[in-house]
């Protein structure tokens, strides 16, 4: 395939995909609010889903958590690792898993701890 043929291939590709998507979301909206109907259920009425309250201690316990593993990683590629010239990006990797994880278990166990308090009160 030349490259007039694919700049022919790929709008079309494209708005397929696009429609297909959106026709698919309303299909599956549409069915569900129909399965609810023979269930007897109203869907209008939505049921409540849990909602994090706390995203923005998740998401930045997650953040300080990376950018910690990633400065402990460039402190040892920089003095304890010599690389030789090589670039290494295991530690890289393994510190930002690592300490991010470590943020998002912070995080559950600091909601976790506030739950309980709401419930004992």
Do not use: H
């Amino acid at each position: 395939m030349d490259s007039n043929q694919i700049a022919l291939i790929i709008p079309m590709v494209v708005s397929t995909a696009m429609f297909a998507m959106i026709f698919g979301i309303f299909y599956l909206r549409n069915r569900e609010k129909m399965a609810m109907i023979e269930r007897g259920m109203d869907p209008r009425l939505k049921t409540e889903k849990t909602i994090n309250r706390n995203y923005v201690l998740t998401w930045g316990l997650l953040l300080i958590g990376s950018g910690l593993g990633l400065f402990l990683a460039y402190i040892l590629d920089c003095t304890l690792l010599f690389s030789k010239g090589e670039d290494n990006p295991a530690p890289y990797f393994a510190l930002i898993a690592i300490f991010g994880g470590a943020g998002l278990f912070t995080s559950y166990l600091i909601e976790k701890k506030d739950n309980n308090k709401e419930a004992g009160e």
